[in-house]
Structure formats: structure tokens, C-alpha cells
């Protein structure tokens, strides 16, 4: 068994796989902590049959639509509605899945006064709303 500080990001190992079925590769392995990126486009019921034997350390939060080039929204001025259902969305999987992270990504933006402004602003409102004992990673 793999100790329990190294943890199976499913959204990189493993490729080859459906998405579900990289955690009974992850088992296999000898893995008992998982990292799920793109969790959520997954079946719920589904998702989390799946990783009740783990322990889930991390998900992101949703980040938008991958193929059109979205990596989140928390930076990205006009955006913040998006950010803020996202992140929402987010803490309800992680309660769901017991992950005591969300890692809110960002998004592609340029540095500068309103990117970084719309980026506090939007962390300071994230973190008004967090659970207690939830970490928020950016």
C-alpha cells in the first residue's frame, strides 16, 4: 500500500481509463487517497460509489468548459457570477465526497488592476461562504 501521504490525481494517471474506472486502477496500485480535477462531469451517484473506499484530498472546483479553453473564473472580471455558482457547486461535491479542499482556479487572465481586484474580490466572497473546515486552494 502507497502511504496516505501521496495521493492519485485521476484526472492525469491512468489516461488510458474512463474516468471511473481509474479508481479501481488507483486501489490496485495501492493508492487510498485520490485528487479528482473534473469531478464533477461525472455521474454523481456514480462518482461517489466510487470513492467512498478513498480518501478524496482534493477537487477542484468546476472550471468551466475545459475544451473551449476555461481554467476557472476567479480572476476574470465579469465573470464573477460564474465564479461564484461554480464555487458553490464545488463545495457541495467536496461535502459530498468528504474533501477537505476546493481548489478555485483562476482562469487565463491578464495581471492587472481589475484581473487582480476581481481576483480578491472573488476569493474574499469564496471564503465568506466556505463551510467551516473547508481549505480553499488557488
Keep these: ?3 496516505a501521504r501521496f495521493a492519485a490525481n485521476l484526472d492525469w494517471l491512468y489516461p488510458q481509463l474512463n474516468y ?3 479508481f479501481a486502477a488507483a486501489r490496485a496500485d495501492g493508492f487510498v487517497c485520490v485528487e479528482l480535477q473534473q469531478a464533477h462531469l461525472e455521474d454523481r451517484a456514480e462518482l ?3 470513492a467512498r473506499d478513498f ?3 482534493l477537487i477542484n472546483a468546476p472550471a468551466g468548459d475545459w475544451p473551449h479553453g ?3 473564473f476567479a480572476a476574470l472580471p465579469g465573470r464573477e457570477a460564474d465564479f461564484r455558482e461554480h464555487t458553490l457547486r464545488g463545495f457541495e461535491l467536496a461535502s459530498q465526497l468528504g ?3 476546493v481548489h478555485l482556479m483562476s482562469g487565463i487572465a491578464d495581471d492587472g488592476p481589475d484581473t487582480r481586484a476581481t481576483w480578491l474580490a472573488n476569493l474574499a466572497w469564496a471564503a465568506s461562504q466556505a463551510p467551516d473546515g473547508l481549505t480553499l486552494a488557488v
Excluded: K, Y
Design 20 to 22: 471511473l474506472d481509474r
Design 55 to 57: 480518501q478524496v484530498v
Design 1 to 3: 500500500m502507497i502511504p
Design 99 to 101: 474533501s477537505p479542499v
Design 70 to 72: 476555461d481554467r476557472g
Design 48 to 50: 461517489l460509489a466510487r
